[in-house]
């Protein structure tokens, strides 16, 4: 089973490594909004904004760069958190295979949630005809809304830690799914905290005239790492989570 961690702790933890590798952070964050921005322009410019190939072309490519990136955001931390020294160039070049990976766990995550809330609205509003569903902001809606968000905010923080797994130590998308469902057993609530503190930190970034985001949004993924960190060390089963498992390599 998994020991108690501090939340003040990881928090502290992360706000320290971010004072050290500040511009790291920010430059990542930096080149992430700039290709997004030069990506979506492209492909508005090519298939135009409201064509459903190019919507369908641009969430595609978005999901592909979002998973190679990740990646290589997560690489260059753990090279900072395990060794002395600056990251060097491979480091900031992602793995393709953990990026497929990664790529493959967003396409399963996302599959399940569909299908989720598709039973949810269809449950509901079989059962609630009345309803008008044009009006987005109804209060009548407000049921509806909260049910998705429960499975969508209890899936989260299970499978938050399938990026640290892959990453860290080149699981396959099925077992870091796995994996980060062992790992988070018993502590949902403590990583609910964190996310509260992450969701907290970038309204927060976005009040800053959005400025602000290019600290909070790799602040946030840090605190995932740092957590996923706290909680690895403090793991009593190492079988159970799969952790330096040769056969399970």
Known sequence: MNKPFSVNEILADAWSFAKKNIWILIGFTAVQFVVIIMITTLLRGIFGGETGAGVIAQNLILALFDAFFTVAFYQVIFKLIDEEGEPELPDFIPNLMKALNFLLVKLIIGLILVFIIAIISSVYFFNT???????????????????????????????????????????GSSESIS????????NFWMILVL???????????????????????????????????????????????????????
């Open 129 to 171: 005809p009345h309803i008008d569903t044009t009006n987005t902001f109804s209060w009548e809606l407000l049921p509806v809304f909260i049910l998705i968000a429960i499975p969508i905010a209890y899936f989260t923080v299970r499978l938050c830690f399938v990026v640290c797994f892959i990453v860290d130590q080149d699981s």
């Open 179 to 186: 994996q980060s469902w062992t790992l988070t057993s018993g």
């Open 195 to 249: 996310f509260l503190v992450i969701l907290g930190l970038n309204i927060l970034g976005a009040m800053a005239l959005f400025v602000g985001l290019l600290f909070t949004v790799p602040f946030s993924s840090l605190i995932i790492i740092i957590a996923y960190r706290h909680m690895v060390n403090n793991y009593t089963d190492e079988e159970e989570v799969l952790l330096e498992n040769p056969e399970n390599k």
